[in-house]
């Protein structure tokens, strides 16, 4: 029988994998929904909340919109998750990265934290930004990617915390590798059966119907990432049919749909708030048919 690589490691993760299905599940009553609120900053976008903020910092302005957005949403039990994406950030220099600092401080233990940085490389150098993500940032979660193999992985794999793979994501570039076929099978269905071994969970977009093989290969047992419901047009319930057998370990993600949801909005074109708890209340309408 074939062993696999660093066996002894995965085994002993699959222990602390229930913790963060506990925790998944714990947000997802609490709140009764999946929704997970991904914050991508951009300050084009950003518009004053109250007249004080038009004299901000660029620091002040990213951490007062997302907290009064985020408070909000909490409070009105909307959202499982927060996904901070690092790039975001990490565009505006010191500043972006102390807003981050601020964000994830701020919800620490208030809710999952997803940073969503996509990181995978050499074994040390995972190390290094596993220390960075988890250590350093507080995370709870991170993204990862494998393409590196099973040495780029294994650092992030620690006790009460979860990385999701990307497998099948939601940008229209997926195709170019993720859909390659490999002896009779495409790229990321590979990825997804390597979850069930080493304890992952999957980033997996709504712009495809490969969840469902997805969620058949993993036997909807492993925590899905699910971006791409909100601007990117993915189908909400296509997604939300393929995952209702064990609807709360996984988490659907709207980014700039939620937060700039007043680009759109009739009635609350300059209230970004009221504008982003408006277009929660529509997704968790139909979340909320499945929990």
Request: hydrophobic residues 35%; proline residues 4%; positive net charge.
């Amino acid at each position: 029988m074939h062993t696999p690589l660093y066996s002894g490691y995965f085994i002993l993760f699959s222990t602390q994998h229930l913790f963060m299905l506990k925790l998944l599940r714990k947000y997802s009553e609490e709140n009764n929904t999946i929704l997970c609120f991904g914050i991508d900053p951009r300050f084009e976008d950003i518009i004053p909340i109250h007249p004080i903020a038009r004299v901000q910092s660029p620091e002040e302005r990213i951490m007062n919109y997302y907290f009064e957005i985020t408070d909000k949403l909490l409070e009105e039990n909307q959202i499982a998750a927060i996904k901070p994406n690092y790039a975001y950030f990490a565009q505006y220099g010191f500043l972006g990265m102390s807003a981050l600092k601020n964000i994830i401080q701020r919800y620490k233990n208030k809710t999952l934290i997803i940073l969503d940085a996509k990181r995978g490389d050499i074994g040390k150098s995972s190390e290094a930004y596993a220390t960075e993500l988890y250590d350093f940032w507080g995370a709870d979660g991170s993204t990862v990617s494998p393409y590196m193999g099973a040495d780029s992985v294994k650092p992030f794999l620690r006790k009460n915390k979860l990385t999701y793979m990307l497998c099948r994501t939601s940008n229209k570039g997926a195709k170019d590798f993720e859909e390659l076929s490999c002896n009779g099978k495409k790229l990321y269905e590979y990825v997804a059966e390597k979850s069930l071994e080493w304890g992952c969970g999957l980033v997996v977009g709504a712009t495809s119907d490969s969840i469902k093989k997805i969620v058949s290969i993993t036997k909807n047992k492993v925590p899905l990432l699910i971006p791409g419901v909100g601007s990117q047009g993915g189908d909400l319930k296509m997604v939300l049919e393929s995952i209702k057998d064990n609807l709360s370990i996984h988490r659907i993600n709207s980014s700039s749909g939620i937060s700039y949801a007043y680009k759109k909005s009739k009635k609350y074109s300059d209230q970004p708030v009221e504008a982003a708890l408006e277009e929660c209340n529509k997704l968790n309408k139909k979340i909320r048919e499945y929990l």
